[in-house]
């Protein structure tokens, strides 16, 4: 009697467990995704990945245009016809490349920033994450779809430039290589090398350059390709690395020589303070970017390197995290100081740009190569040109604080052991969708405060 009982009353509960509805920011769709494929009112289903879909606040005809695949909802006004091409080469500026320029701001992230604003039920800190979308940030090219974004915000910013007659810089990462990030898993990209990689890395780079050169009167930032040269430096004992060396300096040699051509201003990822900073390293990395920078043409429009991508590292430490123990280099000043004369020994006379997005808080994590989704990590230092040092250009901030670094969920294809660490946030979604209690987090530890 008590199991019929049980039994009637778990049938009766099925279909409301069947019929159940995913809470806003959670999943609700992907490869392999066997839950809720609807959302609670006022989120709308959203395709991020083949791997991800995710309820985001709205509604199917209101709600920001978050896929990275498309544009903004609120998009850009085009002018009606495109700037003609330079008739000559660019010159490049002896300067600052941010001086004299406004940093023009990423409709997408905005749009993220707003929504993710709307959510927070406490006044204050909506507020104070509102004002997050007024930080200038990076834009990532990681897949050809992106780039229509980037032809759009490029006449956005054209348009702005002549109407406002304040000078537009726009910033973005090239991260499209073939087996991309070779010793990790949550950012693989979409090319492989055995699938005629190297060739559509070259139509990717193609494109980018042909959107840039429509509009001479917006000047470009990059960052090139994170991680890839420092994975060169110290995985190669990783197969798939070995594997890409070839590859990944052939490509990196052909974007920096076309962006260059239509003068971009590059910065090559250099990795960080824990990574290349160690003494034994310090000298193999320079050697490594002083020829990448010697076959590309030595041009000055190869501005120098970017530290700190995506990283949580302190431009300058009150003190060393007990992490650091054993590395002279223990924060990202430190090991600019250490690299730029191996750098010039080589020939190689780079600037630095320094990511600081995330920095605003320190200590956080239980080994320095940990870098997912760090537990407690707050915005750090807004992006400035007010260095404290003649070597750094300027302080940025390349990752929008809030993209997610890796889901936590081990039977996603693309997980990351990394990301189910204990200093890591959790549960995390697929890296880049939006992961909005990290982003309150952000917000919260900001230092300094927002």
């Known amino acids: 009697m008590r ?27 992907g490869i392999g995704w066997t839950g809720a494929t609807t959302c609670v009112s006022g989120s709308v289903c959203t395709k991020q990945n083949d791997y991800y879909s995710q309820c985001l606040p709205g509604t199917a005809t209101s709600a920001p245009s978050n896929p990275p695949t498309s544009l903004p909802s609120s998009s850009p006004t085009s002018p009606t016809s495109a700037p003609s091409s330079p008739s000559s080469t660019p010159t490049p500026s002896a300067n600052n490349p941010w001086t004299g320029y406004q940093i023009y701001l990423s409709p997408y992230y905005a749009n993220e920033v707003a929504a993710a604003a709307k959510a927070i039920s406490d006044s204050t800190l909506a507020a104070k994450a509102a004002s997050v979308a007024q930080i200038p940030t990076f834009t990532w090219l990681d897949s050809v779809s992106k780039i229509p974004d980037l032809q759009q915000y490029l006449s956005d910013a054209s348009a702005l430039g002549k109407s406002s007659g304040q000078k537009q810089l726009l910033q973005i990462v090239v991260y499209d290589l073939p087996d991309r990030d070779c010793a990790a898993k949550a950012s693989n990209g979409e090319f492989s090398i055995a699938n005629n990689g190297q060739a559509n890395y070259e139509n990717y780079i193609d494109q980018i350059v042909a959107a840039i050169k429509q509009f001479p009167d917006v000047r470009v930032v990059a960052v090139i390709e994170p991680d890839s040269l420092a994975n060169l430096v110290t995985n190669l004992s990783v197969q798939k690395c070995a594997n890409a060396q070839t590859t990944y300096l052939a490509c990196v040699n052909y974007a920096l020589k076309q962006l260059s051509a239509v003068g971009v201003y590059s910065y090559m990822d250099a990795g960080h303070a824990g990574w290349l900073g160690w003494p034994a390293n310090l000298t193999p990395a320079a050697q490594l970017f002083a020829k990448v920078y010697s076959d590309a043409g030595k041009s000055p429009f190869i501005k120098g390197l970017a530290t700190n991508v995506a ?5 300058s430490a009150a003190t060393p995290d007990p992490i650091t123990q054993g590395d002279p280099n223990y924060d990202e000043i430190h090991y600019i100081n250490s690299l730029s004369p191996a750098l010039t020994s080589a020939g190689f006379p780079a600037t630095f740009i320094v990511d600081q997005g995330r920095s605003g808080q320190q200590n956080l994590r239980q080994q320095w190569g940990d870098w997912c989704n760090i537990k407690g990590a707050g915005f750090g230092t807004r992006p400035t040109t007010n260095t404290g040092s003649s070597l750094i250009d300027s302080i940025v901030w390349v990752k929008p604080g809030g993209e997610c670094d890796g889901t936590s969920n081990s039977s996603s294809p693309r997980f990351d052991s990394t990301c189910a660490l204990s200093d890591a946030a959790q549960p995390a979604p697929e890296a880049g969708t939006w992961f909005q209690s990290y982003f309150e987090t952000l917000v919260s530890k900001a230092n300094p405060p927002l």
């Open 3 to 29: 199991s019929s009982v049980f039994l009637a009353a778990l049938s009766a509960l099925l279909p409301a467990y069947v019929a159940g509805q995913a809470q806003q920011w959670g999943q609700c769709g």
């Open 311 to 315: 990283n949580y590292n302190a431009l």
